[in-house]
């Protein structure tokens, strides 16, 4: 059998960038029906918000008229070292290698072969 990601499905998520932070959450929050899970940064103007299956990154201060609004997608594995080896012996180009996020989280941001930016992340708890 060929190679296979070990994929934990409950933490895959996307990310997009967001002018106004609090009117999208609230917007995600009040009117789509997701649940905040976490937040990064202060909590009175967070750098990222988690909601059910979607990130939102505050865009502040950074030009996304070129580039649009998806930042990228992030998918749980159970097998980072493994996957990030088979990347490496390719050549994938690393935005950001393996780095401990907090607690027992280690992740890593990728570009695939179209440029797409996207996030391999572990829980080792």
Same mark, same amino acid.
């Given at each position: 059998?060929a190679?296979?990601?070990?994929? *934990?499905?409950?933490?895959?998520?996307?990310?997009?960038?967001?002018?106004?932070?609090?009117?999208? /959450?609230?917007?995600? &929050? *009040?009117? #789509?029906?997701?649940?905040?899970? =976490?937040? &990064?940064?202060?909590?009175?103007?967070?750098?990222?918000?988690?909601?059910?299956?979607?990130?939102? /990154?505050?865009? !502040? @201060?950074?030009?996304?008229?070129g580039?649009?609004? +998806?930042?990228h997608?992030?998918?749980?594995?159970?097998?980072? *070292? !493994?996957?990030?080896?088979?990347?490496?012996?390719?050549?994938? &180009?690393?935005?950001?290698? /393996?780095?401990?996020?907090? @607690?027992?989280? =280690?992740?890593? +941001? #990728?570009?695939?072969? !179209?440029?797409? =930016?996207?996030?391999?992340?572990?829980?080792?708890?």
């Amino acid at each position: 059998m060929a190679f296979q990601a070990q994929v *934990d499905r409950s933490g895959c998520h996307t990310a997009i960038l967001v002018r106004d932070i609090h009117a999208t /959450v609230a917007f995600y &929050r *009040d009117v #789509v029906g997701l649940s905040v899970e =976490r937040m &990064r940064g202060d909590p009175e103007n967070p750098n990222s918000v988690w909601l059910s299956g979607l990130q939102l /990154v505050r865009a !502040e @201060g950074r030009d996304i008229s070129g580039n649009g609004v +998806f930042e990228h997608t992030g998918l749980a594995v159970r097998n980072l *070292d !493994e996957i990030v080896a088979r990347l490496q012996a390719h050549g994938a &180009r690393f935005d950001q290698p /393996v780095t401990a996020m907090g @607690g027992s989280v =280690r992740a890593c +941001f #990728v570009r695939d072969n !179209e440029g797409n =930016r996207f996030e391999l992340f572990e829980n080792g708890a």
